[in-house]
């Protein structure tokens, strides 16, 4: 069975690349959303994100009649699922994820299902997460059969296919990436990579959905335990009075040691969040995974820590200044460089808390973001920062701080080290 239309459900960072990909290639697409304002601006011909390329292509795709955005499912024969993972508010020291909005989704496309549809869960997701959502939807459409019923006989096949794509190189890596294909069923999986294979280049690798969702998991927990490790390094040799980024160069000099660089924590949708998926299911053995994670998120508060040491220093150096007479710039707030993405973003967790903590004024400087809402500092340009601050804490080591070389303020806390 072809599929003459595509459904995508979460028109976000991921959702709204792989919406315009199947759109590009001539395929009817439906996009849903349940902000109305990513809607409207969509149907418009235009983006409510920032990703390079994505914007040409939504426009031709909306312009050609191939894409178009609702609030409402629609019938289709293929829906992908691309909708948050967040964790559930708790007191708890390792975070309960929270599959509400795959819960959500999966109950709002039930009542357009119908016999020969594919559902693929792209959310990254607990393990056993998409069979969940199969549930969900079985309880919601007792006239169709779904694969954990009948297995490869069902009405409905269901898998998951996690994305694996770098912001800022989304629409070259959905095409060009490898593509873990984890369905419930053999025959699902066939299904779905018939659907991938539409704009897919690389290899669409079967396994079951228990196998794909780990898969993920894996790859950003590895990732997580590589940039704890240079994390600590970094408190380390502060402690020890050694230039962190001339020891790590040092050390990757020998042919097997690949030190990543440390900064001021982990943020992002993805490495963030993905190893406490791990952690909650396997509190008992996930001990690595679950330090690292620890590590990173305790980095924020090392960082602040040496703002307020700037802050008394500056202060010792110009007694008859007062604290509140102290402004202090951060300088970045996406959650990586050259991204307008704040998700899980410790520069932004930094500067909010910076914010709360000093009495005097705080600055933010962030090319990529021209308005921020309700928030207890104030955007600025560089060279306002550099014109009226006192102490510079730089975070992000956008390409616009690189090219524009250390700003002429006497007190920096640099955690990328290109200061």
Not at 11 to 33: C, E, H, Q, W
Not at 43 to 54: K, S
Not at 275 to 289: D, G, L, M, R
Request: aromatic content about 6%.
């Amino acid at each position: 069975m072809s599929f003459n239309t595509v459904s995508v459900v979460g028109l976000g960072y991921i959702g709204l690349p792989t919406a315009a990909m199947f759109a590009s290639r001539k395929k009817n697409v439906i996009g849903v959303d349940v902000n109305q304002h990513a809607v409207d601006t969509i149907n418009r011909g235009e983006i409510h994100i920032v990703e390079p390329e994505l914007d040409m292509i939504v426009h031709a795709a909306v312009n050609e009649g191939y894409l178009k955005a609702v609030t409402q499912p629609e019938p289709a024969d293929a829906f992908l699922i691309a909708v948050p993972t967040p964790f559930k508010d708790s007191n708890s020291d390792i975070p309960e994820p929270d599959l509400s909005y795959i819960e959500a989704a999966a109950k709002a496309i039930a009542p357009v299902l119908k016999k020969g549809d594919l559902v693929i869960l792209e959310s990254t997701s607990p393990v056993g997460a998409t069979e969940q959502m199969a549930k969900w939807m079985a309880v919601a459409r007792r006239d169709l059969s779904f694969p954990q019923q009948v297995g490869i006989e069902a009405d409905i096949n269901v898998a998951h296919c996690p994305e694996r794509v770098l912001p800022g190189h989304v629409v070259r890596e959905l095409v060009e990436n490898d593509r873990v294909i984890g369905g419930m069923t053999e025959k699902c999986s066939k299904r779905a990579i018939e659907l991938y294979k539409v704009f897919v280049e690389g290899e669409c690798v079967v396994t079951n959905a228990r196998t794909a969702e780990m898969a993920k998991l894996t790859e950003n927990s590895c990732r997580d335990v590589q940039i704890a490790f240079a994390n600590e390094l970094s408190i380390i040799c502060d402690k020890l009075d050694i230039n962190v980024w001339e020891l790590i160069s040092l050390a990757n000099r020998h042919p097997r040691i690949n030190i990543l660089q440390p900064g001021p924590g982990v943020g992002g949708h993805c490495i963030a969040v993905d190893p406490w998926f791990i952690v909650s299911n396997t509190p008992e053995q996930a001990k690595i995974i679950h330090t690292a994670r620890q590590v990173n998120d305790g980095k924020p508060r090392w960082v602040i820590d040496k703002v307020k040491i700037a802050i008394s220093d500056f202060l010792q150096a110009n007694p008859k200044k007062r604290v509140e007479d102290v402004t202090v710039a951060c300088f970045g707030l996406a959650f990586k460089p050259d991204i307008d993405d704040l998700r899980e973003s410790p520069a932004m967790d930094i500067t909010q808390q910076i914010a709360s903590l000093h009495k005097g004024k705080v600055l933010a400087v962030e090319p990529n973001i021209h308005k921020v809402s309700n928030q207890n500092f104030e955007l600025a340009t560089f060279e306002q920062a550099q014109q009226e601050a006192d102490i510079a804490v730089l975070l992000v080591d956008h390409k616009e701080f690189k090219s524009s070389g250390k700003p002429a303020i006497a007190h920096v806390v640099d955690t990328k080290g290109i200061w």
